[in-house]
């Protein structure tokens, strides 16, 4: 049985840091693209950050140089590492599994048509 569970979550500050992680069961994270998607309140679900089989890491451009996606194979987690929060991060945050995609495919607007699994999504507050 496939699974994706999230943790992590909270609330922070401006300017603070958060760490999401992602457990997976059921599959190798390794033979996967492993990605994070985001939802604020009245959007579209975007992705975030994608890491795929060959090592490959994509990321949003408004995440760019702030957040940092990893994964490890050993424990078959995969993390987003958040930092310098902004007000505008604010969203939903869900682990994704993507078993024929490329890293890269996270920047486009049909990332979600990729993803195979999904978490059960983490609510990620920023206040200003």
């Known amino acids: 049985q496939v699974q994706l569970v999230e943790s992590g979550g909270g609330s922070v500050e401006s300017g603070g840091s958060l760490r999401l992680s992602c457990a997976v069961s059921g599959f190798t994270v390794s033979s996967y693209c492993m990605g994070w998607f985001r939802q604020a309140p009245g959007k579209e679900r975007e992705g975030v950050a994608a890491i795929d089989s060959d090592g490959t890491i994509s990321y949003a451009d408004s995440v760019q140089g702030r957040f940092t996606i990893s994964q490890d194979n050993e424990k078959n987690t995969v993390y987003l590492q958040m930092n310098s929060l902004k007000p505008e991060d604010t969203a939903m945050y869900y682990c994704?599994?993507?078993?024929?995609?490329?890293?890269?495919?996270?920047?486009?607007?049909?990332?979600?048509?990729?993803?195979?699994?999904w978490g059960q999504g983490l609510k990620v507050t920023v206040s200003s």
């Open positions: 994704a599994a993507m078993r024929s995609a490329l890293a890269g495919v996270i920047r486009t607007t049909g990332a979600r048509t990729w993803v195979n699994y």
